[in-house]
């Protein structure tokens, strides 16, 4: 099965998303460009593939072609009434769109599929997770992207690897209070391992527009 039709599966009704190539450029739009002017060129392709598979995914909810410039913490600027999530690695880039009045909030990321390197677990795992295998602590790393990713547009909050633990096989749960979000909140992140990837997947619920 395909990665397309895993996802299509794997993510909730309402969010549309797109596949891009990070190792190719794509055309950019305004301040885009400037935003990466000075960037290598890996880096370009990356942030290229992220907007126009970004600009794809909003066709699909039939949201105009716009511009997609960088925010506070270089997070993307979505148009109104719409939440978005972008990630790349080496070789693979999703992005995706909601409207607000469905979803609240969605943060994706994708990591290549090997064990966390030893050297990075007392970085990432909160200590009630140093037991788990580098296999699970990869997918670990990713669920709390995703989540972090997720709450940043509402919380507008940073968020370290140790403000939140897994609470169970899909669950993550907050260790102190980020902006409205409290600690002991728990939220649902998905994983799916596909194309030598652990891709991770948060929505919160509810809408706000």
Known sequence: MSLSMELEGFLP????????????????????????ARAVTKRKNEFSAGRDGARAS?????????????????APVWP???????????HLCIALAARKIEIASIGIDAEPDAPLKPELRSAILH???????????????????ALFKALFPISGEMMGFHDAKSDGASTLTLTRDIGVFKAGEG??????????????????PGGNE
């Open 187 to 204: 939220f649902k992140v998905s994983t799916l391992h596909s194309e030598n990837h652990v891709i991770s997947f948060c929505a919160l």
């Open 58 to 74: 909003l066709a699909a909810l039939g949201v105009a072609l716009c511009e997609i410039p960088v925010g506070v913490r270089r």
């Open 13 to 36: 009704a309402g969010v549309q998303f797109t596949l891009r190539d990070p190792r190719r450029n794509y055309p950019l739009i305004g301040a885009e460009q400037q935003a990466v």
């Open 127 to 145: 200590e009630s997770e140093l037991h788990v295998s580098g296999a699970e602590a990869i997918a670990l790393f990713s669920m709390k992207e």
């Open 80 to 90: 109104d009434g719409i939440c978005g999530s972008i990630t790349h690695s080496a």
